[in-house]
């Protein structure tokens, strides 16, 4: 998953999710979906901490290719994955292990409207200027 907090990732994948037949949808859900936005949860609440950025995404990557090993058939990262060194690990990781890649981006990152949106709908309270500077960090490839 690509795109900006607030942009429908998280929506998406959900609805993707349930196209899945009942068995592997349950499993997907259980031991293929990663986000290190999960990692800051405490409870029901959302409390980013900077200074474990770093290590939530390495732990959020390793939980990831565990999932690969393990051969969940659908192993989903929704990060917001703007630019190519934050999701080339997963990509690689995927790739060596004999996964087909799907990158689906949500929203135009550059689209001053779309920046709007996801300021005013994401959940983790990052304000427009945020998003703005994060929107200027995304690479297409």
């Known amino acids: 998953m690509r795109g900006l907090p607030g942009s ?3 929506y998406w994948v959900d609805s993707f999710i349930e196209t899945l037949e009942p068995e ?8 293929g979906y990663f986000s290190t936005d999960s990692f800051f949860m405490r409870g029901e ?7 474990r ?5 390495q732990r959020n990557l390793a939980a990831f290719i565990d999932a690969l090993v393990a051969k969940v058939p659908v192993v ?9 060194w934050e999701y080339l ?10 996964y087909q890649i799907r990158q689906v981006l949500i929203g135009d990152p550059a689209d001053p409207e779309h920046q ?10 990052v304000p427009l200027d945020k998003i703005r500077a994060m929107a200027r960090q995304y690479c297409v490839f």
Do not use: M, P, W
Request: glycine content about 6%.
């Open 116 to 125: 709007q949106i996801c300021a005013k709908r994401n959940r983790h309270g």
């Open 53 to 57: 950025l770093s290590e939530y995404h």
């Open 8 to 10: 429908g990732k998280s």
């Open 24 to 31: 592997v949808a349950l499993q997907v859900r259980q031991q």
């Open 89 to 98: 690990c997963y990509d690689k990781a995927a790739r060596a292990l004999g």
């Open 76 to 84: 989903i990262c929704d990060n917001t994955n703007l630019a190519q």
């Open 45 to 51: 609440h959302y409390i980013f901490d900077k200074t």
